[in-house]
């Protein structure tokens, strides 16, 4: 099975084999320092011990709610933090999908839509909560700003194929390999029957468009099955090999969903580069370009100074 893969991948891979994802390490150095840093001014942020306190404190709300008949209104309260009335559960519950970041969790309140919805963004993560019912508390696309839902919350975390375009191609590789990885904890599944599934190839064609398909198509199926040097240390006989004809038998098959969306792309672009020059089947470039050597002189005109 061919690897493609360069210095730079290949260091990253060791780097997650001995110390774990960048992301990882990225949560708990945030968590870490906001714990440590509550002396100062805090300005629009607050943390997430002082809005479970302010929830746990106040008075329930008995003003009207504008979008709701009185029967059907959840119970709220008054909060200072999140700019009016918000529902308790609500609090509570966005208070659990942060709670691995630590009740010094860093919040801010990033946009209030009367008493529809409040965007909350918390150590790089961001949240909406619904203001018209219980509990409703949905993940967004870390985009700033953005409103829509990312690809998978904790693992490609946002939307596409909007957002997740504007990642560089290590992040994608990055996020592959998480993916997998998560896939591969299908219980339900035996280790030569995983796959990708749909998040997986939204990947694959986002990593066209940067010529990133290689290194990001490697690591999603290392992810999903194993490195290729430990799948004899962990299966034997007829297992090893099914699970290795799998990792082939995917790598084909993305190759196949990469050369569709290459060909879509160049189809778009009227199968000319912006410099003229015509567009030719090579994944190693991103799709829109005639070569890296092109690719790289208009992201270095487009960068600002």
Known sequence: MPRNQNTASQRAREARRGAGTKYTLAFRTAASAAAGG??????KSFFMR????????????TGVHPALSAELVPNMYDSAFLGGPVPNTAVLTLGDMVSALGLSAALTLESRRGFFTANVACEGHRFQLSLDDDNAVVELCRHPACGNRPV????????????????????LTEMAFDWGAYRRTD??????DITPGHEGVLLVRTAVAQGAFASVADELVTGCFEFPDMVD?????????????AMQREHRRLTEVAELAAAK?????????????ALLPNLEVPA?????????????RRSPR
């Open 38 to 43: 509550s002396g100062g001014g805090r300005s």
């Open 50 to 61: 002082e809005l479970l306190a302010e929830c746990s404190a106040s008075s329930p709300w």
């Open 152 to 171: 998978a919350a904790d693992y490609i975390p946002y939307c596409a194929p909007g957002h997740l375009a504007e990642r560089a191609p290590d992040e």
């Open 187 to 192: 219980p339900v599944r035996d280790a030569e």
């Open 233 to 245: 240390q962990l299966y034997s006989g007829e297992k090893a090999q099914a699970v290795r004809d």
């Open 265 to 277: 792309i160049r189809k778009e672009a009227g199968g000319l580069c912006v410099c003229g020059a």
């Open 288 to 300: 829109r370009f005639c070569s890296i050597r092109c690719a790289t002189a208009r992201q270095v």
